[in-house]
């Protein structure tokens, strides 16, 4: 981590004074604290609770290898793990090993998120510092979005389960401050940072296997003194690393792909029933029957298609791939989860190129499906600690987060902030509650929320589309950095992979990008600002003394803009 530290630029690129360092170096010191403080407390005051819920489900890990597979033969484990990246993997055996199961386990990956959101905290405010001078202004910033109760909710959801989110959240933000530093320093080593991280977020979250090709364009274009070096060294790190991992599963399980998971068409699959659009589905492998295996179409006739992890699709699963799994079983004594199998592999594969086909002859309904499965993505996060086991959790008053009149409503109404609860009892379905206080700033995310709709949805596909087009080139260049579109390339990334396939829980996804959201309203705020301080903007020219009125124009632009947004969005609904 020392690389974060020796930067002292600025937004304009001129180096900050000795003074500017110390005021960075306090800001630091605050989030850390506040930080550590908050969870501290949170964690010591609700241990009881948490006990309590960890011992109704001793068996809460999903998407893990087994515990005991982990506990007792760690490497080997991994060697033969194809249904999940190995990092997380890693880590979560490692805290098996060195603090016991379940408890033991549980704490150290909450901690863990912890940890890592104070890191990714520190890395977002340094971030801010390179775009906006106000370093107060860039803290209070960073401790709203570290105290919300969105963060909180999910380092404890599942007990620290999806430690994957917080990993990935945090390489994210280190590609991005490694990317704007060699954008300014043009030096080889952040290139092969950048390159260690992108392999490493593919090796922690298997939605980010393919997310390599978007820093390699932008290296393509940057201005670099040595581009075809820069790309090489970027090139032979990714292939290192997560071709490492792709070889070894290739010749482990005679099939080669850069997914670090097996469950990619599963996804696609369970996100079609979940969207009410299973018996379409069916219906469009029944009149295809020849393209498929037999046993696939049987187990489709005789089950339908949510039957990915029950073992109702045992039966119908080749002989010979049976036995290629019970080799696996019995070289890992039995430990081999049911995820991690050659049959859930085969299986996934089929319902991958069923969803491709019927994406070609149905694309208007998966562009419905889409829309909505974007809806919930920009739900508040702390959503869904309500529908998932978590020990703090709220019960959501916000469900569409474009109906900004019905947020100002729910204001007005007192309904928000959400009122916060522990669980003291696990319960799935209902857990037995008590009110209490998280520490977490309730108000402050709600309007951080809405002023990240109104930035990512129309100041920056403005400011994007000025770039793309060089629109007054000599205004644009200075307003619109190459690192604001490799923000939105991540962000345009995120979106996609989140919500081509999984209907229901997207707003958890958003985890992993939501400070990139955050940074990119503020990039946003401060473009736009620039652009009504420039002599020259638009096609008119904007004078000290009439800079007030293009203000007051551009605001109502916005809600009028907001309102064509809002009814768009109220039509796709009505058509489903």
């Not at 880590?91 to 150290?108: C, E, H, N, R, S």
């Not at 085969?346 to 694309?363: C, E, G, H, T, W």
């Not at 700033?441 to 929320?449: N, Q, V």
């Not at 589309?465 to 390339?489: G, H």
Request: charged share 15%; hydrophobic share 45%.
């Amino acid at each position: 981590m020392s690389f974060l530290y020796p930067n002292r630029y600025f937004s304009d690129d001129k180096i900050g004074s000795d003074n500017d360092q110390m005021h960075i170096n306090i800001c630091i010191f605050i989030i850390l604290i506040l930080g550590f403080v908050q969870r501290t407390i949170l964690f010591i005051t609700y241990k009881k609770e948490l006990n309590a819920f960890i011992s109704t489900y001793p068996d809460w890990v999903f998407v893990y290898l087994s515990t005991s597979g982990l506990e007792d033969m760690l490497c080997k484990s991994l060697l033969y793990l194809q249904q999940s990246p190995p990092i997380p993997n890693i880590m979560f055996g490692i805290a098996i090993k060195l603090f016991g199961w379940p408890y033991g386990a549980a704490y150290t990956c909450i901690i863990l998120q912890n940890i890592m959101s104070l890191i990714s905290a520190v890395i977002m405010f340094r971030i801010l510092c390179f775009i906006c001078r106000r370093t107060y202004v860039n803290c209070i910033v960073v401790l709203i979005f570290l105290l919300s109760t969105d963060i909180i909710s999910i380092e404890f959801n599942h007990f620290g389960q999806n430690l994957y989110e917080s990993i990935s959240m945090t390489l994210i933000l280190l590609i991005i401050y490694s990317f704007i530093k060699l954008s300014r320093t043009n030096q080889l080593r952040f290139t092969v940072i950048i390159g260690l991280f992108t392999a490493g977020l593919a090796l922690s979250r298997a939605s980010y296997s393919y997310f390599g090709v978007i820093p390699l364009i932008f290296l393509m274009l940057l201005n670099l003194p040595a581009k075809k070096l820069h790309l090489a060294c970027f090139c032979a790190v990714i292939l290192i690393f997560h071709g490492g991992w792709t070889i070894k599963n290739s010749i482990i399980y005679n099939t080669f792909s850069i997914a670090t998971t097996t469950f990619k068409g599963g996804n696609f699959q369970l996100g079609l029933v979940k969207a009410g659009l299973e018996e379409d589905m069916i219906e469009l492998i029944m009149n295809e029957k020849k393209l498929y295996p037999p046993w696939f179409i049987a187990l489709t006739e005789d089950n339908g298609m949510d039957i990915l992890f029950p073992p109702r699709y045992k039966p119908y699963i080749p002989e010979n791939i049976k036995k290629k799994d019970n080799k696996i079983q019995a070289v890992l004594k039995g430990t081999n989860p049911l995820g991690n199998t050659i049959a859930i592999r085969v299986l996934s594969d089929q319902y991958m190129s069923a969803y491709i086909r019927f994406l070609l002859k149905n694309p208007k309904m998966i562009v419905i499906r889409f829309l909505k499965s974007y809806l919930v993505f920009w739900e508040p996060i702390r959503n869904y600690a309500a529908i998932q086991m978590n020990l703090l959790y709220i019960k959501p008053v916000i469900k569409n987060s474009f109906r900004i009149d019905l947020t100002i409503k729910h204001l007005i109404d007192k309904k928000l902030p959400e009122v916060q609860y522990v669980a003291t009892r696990g319960d799935y379905i209902k857990k037995k509650e008590k009110q209490i206080n998280l520490l977490s700033i309730s108000i402050l995310p709600i309007i951080a929320l809405t002023f990240n709709i109104l930035a990512i949805h129309i100041l920056s596909p403005f400011f994007i589309c000025c770039w793309l087009i060089n629109f007054k080139k000599s205004i644009t260049k200075q307003i619109v950095r190459l690192d604001y579109i490799f923000m939105a390339a991540i962000f345009m990334y995120a979106v996609l992979v989140y919500n081509i396939c999984e209907y229901g829980e997207n707003m958890r996804y958003r985890f992993s990008v939501e400070p990139v959201i955050w940074i990119m309203s503020v990039y946003s705020g401060v473009c736009l600002t620039r652009l009504l301080q420039t002599r020259k903007w638009l096609f008119f020219p904007v004078s000290a003394a009439n800079r007030e009125k293009q203000w007051i124009k551009f605001c109502c632009h916005l809600v009028c803009k907001n309102k064509i947004v809002n009814w768009f969005l109220s039509k796709t609904q009505k058509e489903n």
